[in-house]
């Protein structure tokens, strides 16, 4: 089982910049890759970015340029960079670990809402 636990959002103004913090447990060796989802009111989840397990980084073209996912290894936390943001980036915001056997595990969430 991998456990995550997240925090780092909040309200912003336009152009503002957040970092959100993703502390993961448990069988973190299993992990295949981390990805950072968000979902805004009566819209379905969106995969925002992910990084693999070898370090490989991939984002939705919205967020290119103005998002950056890393991770600490020591820390077993992954990172979402997030600059330059807009209110169309109001959302609850959730990292996912995809681990051995095809499973997903969720952190709690965290609003971020950026206002114009």
């Known amino acids: 089982q991998v456990q995550l636990v997240e925090s780092g959002g909040g309200l912003v103004q336009a152009g503002g910049s957040l970092r959100l913090s993703c502390a993961a447990s448990?069988?973190?060796?299993?992990?295949?890759?981390m990805g950072w989802y968000r979902q805004a009111p009566g819209k379905q989840r969106e995969l925002v970015a992910v990084i693999t397990s070898g370090g490989s980084t991939n984002y939705v073209d919205s967020v290119k340029g103005r998002f950056t996912v890393s991770r600490d290894n020591a820390k077993n936390t992954t990172y979402l960079q997030m600059n330059n943001l807009k209110p169309e980036d109001t959302a609850v915001y959730y990292c996912g670990a995809d681990w051995r056997g095809g499973n997903r595990s969720w952190g709690q969430g965290t609003q971020v809402t950026v206002s114009s």
């Open positions: 448990g069988s973190i060796f299993s992990i295949n890759f």
